[in-house]
């Protein structure tokens, strides 16, 4: 299967629509799975694709899982993979900053084009563009710290700007796409996934106020490579993210879906309807000019 790009709400949930009994019957049967055989991306090859199996477990988070035994990528990565080495291939010498360095999607992708630039975000002491010395497992990184919130490049800088679950866990979303859009150039291209919702308002579940972290509904952390501790969840995305993306001064905002067992790129399986997560990916223009 190849990513079906929907231009609208409408022509998003008839795709979702359609797929639906197929994928409930398709996920049901691969939850309980150790193992399956498909095709990795990035690899380029025919894989065994592994998927941890906890007994008792209500519901097994798929979009999370069958990790490539070669390159570490699981099926949301794989789905990132895919759809931002499209973009870099039909740019000549492109700038690329990912919002991302110390994990294997940034290692797989850097192989095949050495130029991206990766970065994390290290703390709020320090000021964006500011490269530090991270201490890993087996080895210490050089690590740019930038902030969604302030990057450090200049105006119309970039061709192409990408981040992968990030986009929660910044306190002011909004101005984190703002300064996106201020530093692509025109005609580039915003590329990201986050967790989203077929709601028809986004939560906001934390928040800043005076320098202090106020929280509206109870704590949520997601795991974090740079800090043990996870990034606490500040909005939960439905619908309105699509509005407020082409507020933001995008020409083209498209969701693109990419459900495909061969690949190992499923849904989160949540059997709640409000926690259900598609594979989604967002492509965002920025106008040429």
Not at 93 to 103: G, I
Not at 219 to 231: E, I, L, T, V
Not at 249 to 267: A, H, M, N, R, Y
């Amino acid at each position: 299967m190849i990513t079906k790009w929907c231009g609208s709400r409408s022509e998003l949930e008839c795709c979702v629509s359609r797929l639906n009994a197929k994928r409930e019957m398709s996920e049901r049967y691969l939850s309980g799975v150790e193992e399956l055989a498909g095709y990795c991306a990035s690899c380029g090859d025919i894989v065994k694709f592994g998927n941890t199996v906890t007994p008792g477990e209500k519901w097994k988070n798929l979009r999370e899982s069958f990790i490539c035994p070669r390159c570490g990528l699981n099926g949301r990565m794989r789905h990132a993979y895919i759809e931002l080495a499209a973009v870099i291939e039909s740019l000549s010498e492109p700038k690329v900053l990912l919002f991302e360095r110390v994990t294997p999607f940034f290692s797989a992708l850097e192989k095949i084009y050495p130029f991206v630039e990766g970065c994390e975000y290290v703390g709020p002491d320090i000021t964006p563009g500011t490269i530090i010395e991270q201490k890993m497992i087996d080895r210490k990184l050089r690590v740019r710290h930038e902030d969604m919130m302030a990057i450090s490049f200049p105006d119309e800088s970039l061709d192409v700007i990408f981040h992968a679950d990030v986009l929660e866990h910044v306190p002011d979303w909004i101005q984190g796409i703002r300064e996106c859009h201020r530093v692509i150039k025109p005609g580039g291209t915003l590329v990201f996934t986050c967790p989203f919702f077929f709601m028809e308002e986004s939560i906001t579940r934390a928040k800043v106020e005076n320098g202090e972290i106020v929280h509206i509904s109870e704590p949520a952390y997601h795991g974090n490579p740079m800090s043990q501790s996870g990034s606490l969840v500040y909005t939960q995305h439905g619908w309105p993210l699509l509005e407020e993306l082409e507020k933001l001064g995008f020409e083209t905002v498209e969701s693109g879906l990419l459900w495909d067992p061969w690949q190992g790129i499923l849904s989160t399986n949540n059997p709640c309807v409000e926690g259900q997560m598609w594979p989604l990916m967002f492509r965002c223009r920025k106008p040429a000019g």
